[in-house]
Nanobody
């Protein structure tokens, strides 16, 4: 069993900053990638940022230069530092991880967190 637990969402004014955290726990053998997606009302879920084992990262064009993803491998935790927030960043942010569990070696599965609300408004 694997769980992803997110924290750090909330209400912030335009131009402000927030830091999201997502910790993975359970019978984890390895984590191939961790990332953040978001879904605004009436829109499809979209990739925000992702970090892959080995250190490479990629970002959605809309957040480049404003958001930074980082990962603490020892803690199985991924962070999203969000700066210069805009009203259009308002969404539910979901953590995602590609994980191999100790019960299913060689099988990579996608796991999702429960989501955390980020609201950017004055």
């Amino acid at each position: 069993q694997v769980q992803l637990v997110e924290s750090g969402g909330g209400l912030v004014q335009p131009g402000g900053s927030l830091r999201l955290s997502c910790a993975a726990s359970g019978s984890i053998s390895s984590i191939n990638a961790m990332g953040w997606y978001r879904q605004a009302p009436g829109k499809e879920r979209e990739l925000v940022a992702r970090t892959i084992s080995g250190g490479s990262t990629n970002y959605a064009d809309a957040v480049k230069g404003r958001f930074t993803i980082s990962r603490d491998n020892a803690k199985n935790t991924v962070y999203l530092q969000m700066s210069s927030l805009k009203p259009e960043d308002t969404a539910v942010y979901y953590c995602n991880a590609l994980i191999t569990t100790s019960q299913a070696m060689g099988v990579v599965r996608s796991y999702w967190g429960q989501g955390t609300q980020v609201t950017v408004s004055s």
